[in-house]
């Protein structure tokens, strides 16, 4: 399988797959008045902002190109629906309060991405808040839903991008995503959406897991400065996974702090940060206001370097505990898992 999906991954060389454009969007949205609408896109790797102001509550856009075929509409931030870019005429509708379920429709792609939302996701978001108690067996029933979406339209770029999004949210299911893959028509596969896929696939099947060596890297510090893992060979380590826009992140760096100081004679913590080249100074901003000083590495391409990508970070923060040989004892997103698996360890 792993052969099957590199080979698919590089089918396919140069520039991501974007649909063809000339399309135009047309919209009534209930309660928007006279407000702005903001159009998010990426363009040869580069962001771009288009604001369009309603008149009461009306609105049309010429819908440009994108990388990955899709542009997302903002009312209000962040809550957004996104759609595709697909020749043909759009029309939005749907009411200002609720930003993210929109109604986008008019080409295939979009009319199977709106059934999508219609049947599975937005029916399951009511449930859930209807229901609070019951939101576990909602999100599972959610899941299994969406599987079964993806195997009906196998040759739709809506099924790979769902399929994209559940490989990360639930990556046990390893075995039946390479089967709903394997499904999806060659078309899809080369797609944009296949190929990213098929790389998060593979990231997967070799992530590092506990009881096995963590990956070595290098990444650069704060002063720009490569530090290797293997540097530390000898001592536990504790990597921390963040970032300074992550709240859950910040308000768990004392407990961090706690730790590394309670066990400094043997542990080393070591912080990666997902930052962008941009967010440098807010990084740094960051460790000095929280006093984290332990060792500060970032890859500055946010959460899409090799090395967070390679160690399937998903979530943060993601803390993941290392043995004096590099072997992974623990993975956690909070601290206290970390914390009752550090005071079993009889040599701290």
Known sequence: MKTVLLGCLLALTGSSQALAQSSQLTGTIQGLGDKPLIFRYEQKGVNHTDTVRATEGRFSYAVPASDDGQVSLFISAPRYTSFWVEPGRLTATGNATRPHQLTITGTPENNVLDAYHQ??????????????AASDQFSEAERVATLAFIKQHPGTLTAAELLYWQSMRYDKQLPAYEALYQQLTPAV???????????????????????????????????????????????YVLLDFWGHWCHPCMKA????????????????????????????????????AERMNWVQLSELRGADGPVTEGYNINAYPTYILLDRQGIILARANDMEAIEKKLLTLADL
């Not at 593979?202 to 530090?227: C, E, K, M, W, Y």
């Not at 706690?258 to 807010?282: C, D, F, P, R």
């Open 189 to 235: 596969q080369k797609s944009f959406q296949g190929q990213r896929v098929a790389k998060r696939l593979l990231v997967v099947r070799n992530q590092p897991v506990l009881g096995h060596p963590a990956p070595a890297f290098s990444i650069a510090d704060t002063a720009g400065q490569p530090v290797a893992l293997a540097t530390y060979r000898g001592r």
């Open 253 to 288: 760096a004392p407990q961090v702090k706690a730790i590394q100081e309670k066990y400094a004679n043997s542990l080393t913590v070591i912080g990666i940060a997902a930052e962008s080249a941009g967010s440098i100074l807010k990084w740094k901003q960051a460790i000095r």
């Open 119 to 132: 049947t599975i996701e937005w029916k399951y978001e009511r449930l859930r808040a209807a229901q609070p």
